[in-house]
């Protein structure tokens, strides 16, 4: 029901978060956009079929939005890092009931002609301190992924880290199933994201 669709850098400037990415994979970004709704701005790199990467920051040339950003952007402090992971789905309306309080609402969004649905928390904070994924229904059959460049850079396994793994499992049982996400209990949350570049394979965190 649910598919890795993308991962997200969150970042101080998008300058940093782009320079942080392309120093450790060894590959160059593609432009993004900008997301008007929530006042930020981002730049894309293609993972393989159906699956991307983005740097997201907060854009200091728009106007602060009227509600919290998403991915708790208007925390974020220090360097650049990966916070948060991104799931797909066919229809927000049937994957919301199953998900832990919190998940958020459906949001409709467009820039040019992508449009997507996009399940965002009141108060910008994603479940489990952000380990539960974004939900996201793309709509239109587009999706970013098919329009990036190549960079000969592969995903070969997601760790999510948390203090409450079981429970954070057992909200993703049923909806999820991918062996490249792996689920680990730690002392805090946190994402590991292996990847196969140009530099070999490299662990983003």
């Keep these: 029901m649910l598919e890795l669709d993308h991962l997200a850098v969150s970042a101080a400037t998008l ?11 060894g590959v160059t970004l593609a432009p993004g956009g900008r997301h008007e709704l929530m006042g930020t701005h981002n730049r894309l790199l293609h993972l393989g079929p159906g699956l991307y990467l983005e740097v997201i920051a907060v854009d200091p ?13 208007d925390r974020f402090a220090g360097p650049p890092r990966l916070t948060n992971w991104i799931a797909r789905c066919e229809a927000l309306a049937q994957v919301l009931p199953r998900a832990p309080a919190g998940a958020g609402a459906a949001l409709a969004l467009s820039r040019g002609d992508l449009a997507w649905e996009m399940a965002v ?23 970013p992924a098919a329009r990036l460049p190549e960079a000969d850079c592969r995903l070969i396994g997601l760790e999510v880290i948390h203090p409450q793994a079981r429970a954070l499992r057992a909200a993703l049982a049923g909806l999820l199933n991918d062996p490249r996400v792996v689920i680990s209990e730690g002392p805090q949350k946190a994402l590991r994201a292996t990847l196969r570049g140009p530099r070999g394979e490299v662990v983003l965190s």
Excluded: N, S
């Design 61 to 73: 040339e728009a106007p602060a939005p009227a509600r919290p950003r998403w991915f708790d952007l």
């Design 121 to 143: 928390p009141a108060d910008g904070r994603l479940p489990f301190d952000g380990a539960f994924p974004a939900l996201i229904a793309w709509q239109q059959g587009a999706h």
């Design 15 to 25: 300058e940093e978060g782009a320079h942080h990415v392309e120093e450790a994979l």
